[in-house]
């Protein structure tokens, strides 16, 4: 039997994914004007990329630019809850890029939707959360000759890769693009605000204002959902174990206290630590009845599920991607999107004006790695200086915005060290 050439759910849903992916690139300006430098200059030219990510309308836009760079692209998931089946459609409808993706695919398929990638033989890697790169590596050493090096989208991704490398585990160069600041800055803080409400929202269209909202961290993503919280009028609620994070969140107004307290004050809960276990039995034990749990990290490992299926005596979904589970003692918690990236399980994943610049750094990092490879050693890189800060600017003129320039008198001064008092 032949392999199949793509895996999606339903091929006749492409003209709504084409649709999308066409609205969501009115909000990408960055990437529409990488298109056409891309198209005409082809930095990508016979390059195999297996990408890696979560497959949305801001990631068919993506591919649209490096296959117009001249790669030869194929995508799989980044997350089995993240797909947009539509988008998966048209981009093997009218792009004719093979896509190995199902939204509410199981972890097997997953895997084998990895596979698949792999069999492109990348000569590129393009990973959100680094389970292509573990998976290549682990499994596929024969492949790792082809491959000239790779970039990583996600805070996780990033830690993985570096102690990949720490380890001398690592065998081609990574650029890590999520510490661009073009990136973090934008889509960790307002990307993952946004979205991470959006999809508490639609799940469960629950009031935000007045309940008691916690949030697990205060790195980039969860300050930005403590942020978009407040907004909506909640009171919320950080847990810190870093001291300097936790007094930013105090500062910025925030009550700040060990999740144990927390526990028995939330109504709603979220965390985006990167870390496991962040909502465990001793916390389930004393939550109220109605607490509502969420991640926004980018694994499932945040909410001890394993625990929470052990304690309870009774489950069942209660609404799209909101399962109730009732507890001994009577006490219901709920979990959003199987306590998987609430953001794309339960809504669209970021906005597309901020995947704009992440995606920006995306393609001008693949371009800067096929040109620089040869020099670059196997380890994480970050996206270079001048390439973040072009970004930033074709934002800013995308948006009709308009900033100052230091005159030389200006420069000058920045420059000496003679003037003082
Ligand atoms: N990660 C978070 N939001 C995303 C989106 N809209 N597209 C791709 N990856 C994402």
Redesign the pocket.
């Given at each position: 039997m032949t392999k199949p050439s793509f895996h999606i759910k339903d091929i006749n849903l492409a003209e709504k994914g084409r649709l999308r992916i066409q609205w969501a690139a009115q909000e990408m300006p960055v990437l529409n004007l990488l298109e056409k430098q891309f198209r005409e200059e082809r930095p990508l030219e016979g390059m195999r990329v297996s990408a890696c990510?979560?497959v949305?309308s801001?990631?068919g836009n993506l591919m649209r630019i490096l296959q117009a760079g001249g790669a030869d692209v194929v995508l799989t998931a980044s997350n089995p809850l993240s797909t947009q089946d539509d988008v998966a459609a048209a981009l093997v409808a009218f792009h004719e890029i093979p896509v190995f993706a199902i939204k509410g695919e199981d972890n097997k398929t997953y895997y084998q939707h990895l596979e698949a990638a792999l069999e492109h033989r990348p000569n590129i890697t393009m990973d959100?959360g680094a389970d292509l790169v573990s998976t290549l590596h682990a499994k596929h050493q024969e492949l790792l000759g082809n491959v000239i090096g790779g970039t990583e989208e996600t805070t996780t991704g990033v830690i993985r890769l570096k102690a990949m490398a720490k380890d001398g585990a690592l065998a081609y160069p990574i650029i890590a693009v999520n510490d661009a600041m073009t990136k973090y800055l934008f889509d960790n803080r307002y990307?993952t605000g946004q979205?991470t409400l959006d999809g508490i929202i639609r799940a469960t269209n629950i009031l935000l204002a007045g309940k008691v909202f916690v949030v697990g961290g205060y790195g980039w993503c969860s300050r930005g959902i403590a942020m978009r919280a407040r907004g909506m009028g909640a009171n919320v609620i950080v847990t810190e174990v870093d001291p300097l994070r936790a007094l930013e969140a105090t500062m910025d107004g925030f009550r700040v206290m060990p999740m144990q307290e927390a526990a028995k004050l939330g109504r709603i809960f979220v965390s985006a630590t990167g870390d496991i276990h962040v909502f465990d039995r001793h916390h389930f034990e004393v939550m109220q009845d109605g607490a509502i749990l969420a991640n926004s990290g980018h694994f499932n490992v945040e909410i001890n599920l394993p625990v929470l299926e052990e304690i309870a005596v009774s489950k069942r979904q209660i609404r799209d991607f909101l399962d109730e589970y009732t507890l001994a003692d009577g006490r219901r918690l709920y979990v959003i999107g199987e306590g998987r990236l609430v953001?794309?399980a339960a809504a669209?994943?970021?906005p597309s004006s901020v995947?704009d610049m992440s995606f920006a750094n995306q393609a001008l990092s693949a371009a800067y790695m096929r040109q620089n490879a040869k020099t670059l050693q196997p380890q994480v890189y970050t996206v270079p200086e001048e390439i973040d800060k072009r970004i930033a600017r074709m934002k800013l003129e995308a948006m009709d915005i308009n900033i100052d320039t230091l005159t030389e008198e200006q420069i000058h001064y920045l420059n000496s060290w003679k003037s003082g008092t």
């Open positions: 990510l979560h949305t801001e990631t959100d990307g979205s953001n794309l669209e994943g970021h995947m």
